[in-house]
C-alpha cells in the first residue's frame, strides 16, 4: 500500500470515528439537557394547571396539549386532557416518575397541594425523536462535510507527498552505471538531508568506480614495461646460464628491474589506498617537525650515496591529517629532489608557521623543471624529457592528490637554488593544548 493511501484511510477513519464519538457524547449530553427542560416545563404546567380557575370545572371541560394531565380533587377527577385516561394515571404521590398507561412509557410530574392533586406526563418516546432530531441536524453537516473533507485531504497528502514522489521516480529509473545527482525541485525539509546523503552516496560510488577503472588502468599502463623488460632480462640470463657465462651485470640488471617494479606497485598502491573515506577516518594530530625527521631519516643513506647534503629548518608545530598519507607525500617530495636533482647537491627543508596554516617548503639545487612543464608534473605518468632517471610518473600526482585530500595547496616554482621549490600549505589543528607546546 502506497503512502499517499495509507494516510488517506488513517485520516478519514480517524475524522469519521471522530465524528461519531462527537454525536454520541452529543446525544447523550442532549438527551440529559432535553430531559431538563421537558421536567422544567412539566412542572411549571403542573403549577399553572394548579392555580388556573378551571381546576373546579366539570370533567367534561378538555383542553388540547402536548402533555397528558390530570386534575383530581378529593379523589374525583376535575380536569384532564383528551390523551388521558379515566382513571388516575400514576400512585405516586409527588415528584418525577415514569408510569404506564395508553400502550406507553410516560415521564409523570405528580404536584399536590392541599386536596388538588395535578398529575401532568409527557410521552417518552416524543423526548427520545426530539434527541433524535437535534442530533440528527447537529450530525448531518459532519457526514455531508467528510467526503469534502476526504478530497481535501487526499490534496494535501498528495501535494506534500510530491518531492517523495518526484524522488521516488528518480530512484526507480536509475540504472546500475546512472550514479548522476538527484534533484527534488520542490524540496522539502525533510527530505534535504536525504537528497544530500544520497547525492554524498552516489558520488562516493561513482569516486569508488573511477578509482577502481583508475587502478586497473595504471597497473595496465605502468606494469607492462617493467614485466617486459623482467622477461628480457630473465631471457637474457637463461642465455648466459646455458652458455655458462653469467656475470655480476645480469644480477644487477635483474635486481634494478625488480626494484623498479616493486616501487611502482607501491606508488599504485599509495595513489588508491589515499582515499577520502579512509584519510577521515584515519585524521590525526600530528608533530609535523618529528614526522619530517623520520622521512628524512628513511632517505638518509640514498642522500649520502648521492654525496647530497639534507637540511631540516622547523620548529615542533601541530597539524591535524593522516599520517601514511603525509609520510608519502613527503617520502615522495625528498625521493624526487634526491633522484633528479643530480649528485653534490643541496636539499632544504623549512617549515613556517602561521595563524592559520602551515607552509612546508621543499627545494633543492638540482637543474629543476622547465616553467612550461610545471603543471604538467602533476598528471599522472607524465615524465620530463630532460630527465634520464627511470620512474613511473605518479609521484607528483600523488603528492598533489594528497594535499587535496588535507584541503591544502601546493605549488611549484623555481628555486632560488636553482632546482624545483615545492610549496605547500596545510591547515594546523585548533587544539590550544597542541598549540602551546
Given at each position: 500500500m502506497s503512502i499517499q493511501r495509507y494516510l488517506l484511510i488513517v485520516i478519514l477513519s480517524v475524522v469519521t470515528l471522530a465524528s461519531f464519538g462527537a454525536a454520541l457524547q452529543g446525544y447523550k449530553a442532549s438527551k440529559t439537557k432535553l430531559n431538563q427542560v421537558f421536567d422544567e416545563e412539566m412542572r411549571s404546567f403542573a403549577i399553572a394547571l394548579l392555580h388556573s380557575p378551571i381546576k373546579e370545572a366539570s370533567t367534561n371541560v378538555v383542553l388540547h396539549s402536548v402533555f397528558a394531565y390530570q386534575i383530581w380533587l378529593k379523589d374525583k377527577l376535575g380536569l384532564k386532557s383528551d390523551n388521558s385516561p379515566e382513571v388516575i394515571i400514576t400512585n405516586t404521590t409527588r415528584g418525577f416518575s415514569d408510569s404506564s398507561f395508553l400502550?406507553?412509557?410516560?415521564?409523570?410530574?405528580?404536584?399536590?397541594?392541599?386536596?388538588?392533586?395535578?398529575?401532568?406526563?409527557?410521552?417518552?418516546?416524543?423526548?427520545?425523536?426530539?434527541?433524535?432530531?437535534?442530533?440528527?441536524?447537529?450530525?448531518?453537516?459532519?457526514?455531508?462535510?467528510?467526503?469534502?473533507?476526504?478530497?481535501?485531504?487526499?490534496?494535501?497528502?498528495?501535494?506534500?507527498?510530491?518531492?517523495?514522489?518526484?524522488?521516488?521516480?528518480?530512484?526507480?529509473?536509475?540504472g546500475a552505471r546512472d550514479l548522476t545527482p538527484i534533484t527534488v525541485k520542490e524540496n522539502s525539509e525533510e527530505l534535504k538531508p536525504i537528497e544530500q546523503t544520497l547525492n554524498n552516496l552516489l558520488e562516493r560510488l561513482n569516486d569508488a568506480f573511477e578509482r577502481e577503472k583508475r587502478l586497473s588502468g595504471d597497473a595496465a599502463h605502468e606494469l607492462r614495461t617493467p614485466i617486459s623488460?623482467?622477461?628480457?632480462?630473465?631471457?637474457?640470463?637463461?642465455?648466459?646460464?646455458?652458455?655458462?657465462?653469467?656475470?655480476?651485470?645480469?644480477i644487477d640488471e635483474l635486481n634494478e628491474n625488480t626494484v623498479r617494479m616493486a616501487h611502482v606497485i607501491e606508488q599504485i598502491i599509495a595513489l588508491n589506498r589515499t582515499t577520502p573515506e579512509n584519510f577521515e577516518q584515519n585524521k590525526v594530530e600530528l608533530d609535523l617537525r618529528a614526522l619530517l625527521q623520520d622521512v628524512i631519516?628513511?632517505?638518509?643513506?640514498?642522500?649520502?650515496?648521492?654525496?647530497?647534503?639534507?637540511?631540516?629548518?622547523?620548529?615542533?608545530?601541530?597539524?591535524?591529517?593522516?599520517?601514511?598519507?603525509?609520510?608519502?607525500?613527503?617520502?615522495?617530495?625528498?625521493?624526487?629532489?634526491?633522484?633528479?636533482?643530480?649528485?653534490?647537491?643541496?636539499?632544504?627543508?623549512?617549515?613556517?608557521?602561521?595563524v592559520d596554516n602551515v607552509q612546508v617548503v621543499v627545494e633543492d639545487s638540482g637543474a629543476g623543471i622547465p616553467s612550461e612543464q610545471l603543471e604538467k608534473v602533476f598528471h599522472r605518468f607524465y615524465r620530463g624529457k630532460q630527465h634520464t632517471e627511470t620512474g613511473s610518473g605518479l609521484g607528483l600526482s600523488i603528492v598533489k592528490h594528497i594535499v587535496d585530500l588535507h584541503n591544502g595547496q601546493i605549488q611549484l616554482m623555481t628555486s632560488e637554488l636553482g632546482g624545483l621549490k615545492v610549496v605547500i600549505n596545510l591547515a594546523k589543528t585548533n587544539t590550544v593544548a597542541l598549540n602551546n607546546d
Open positions: 400502550g406507553e412509557r410516560w415521564r409523570v410530574f405528580v404536584l399536590v397541594e392541599n386536596e388538588i392533586k395535578v398529575i401532568v406526563a409527557h410521552p417518552l418516546k416524543q423526548r427520545f425523536e426530539s434527541v433524535e432530531q437535534v442530533l440528527l441536524e447537529a450530525i448531518l453537516p459532519i457526514v455531508y462535510a467528510i467526503p469534502l473533507i476526504g478530497l481535501l485531504v487526499f490534496f494535501a497528502i498528495k501535494r506534500s507527498l510530491k518531492p517523495l514522489t518526484l524522488l521516488s521516480n528518480q530512484l526507480t529509473k536509475k623488460v623482467l622477461k628480457i632480462t630473465a631471457h637474457n640470463l637463461m642465455i648466459a646460464f646455458e652458455s655458462n657465462r653469467i656475470e655480476r651485470h645480469h631519516s628513511d632517505n638518509f643513506e640514498k642522500i649520502e650515496q648521492s654525496q647530497q647534503t639534507i637540511s631540516l629548518n622547523a620548529k615542533p608545530v601541530h597539524i591535524l591529517g593522516d599520517k601514511f598519507s603525509l609520510e608519502i607525500l613527503f617520502d615522495n617530495l625528498i625521493k624526487n629532489a634526491n633522484k633528479y636533482s643530480g649528485k653534490k647537491t643541496n636539499i632544504l627543508i623549512f617549515v613556517e608557521d602561521h
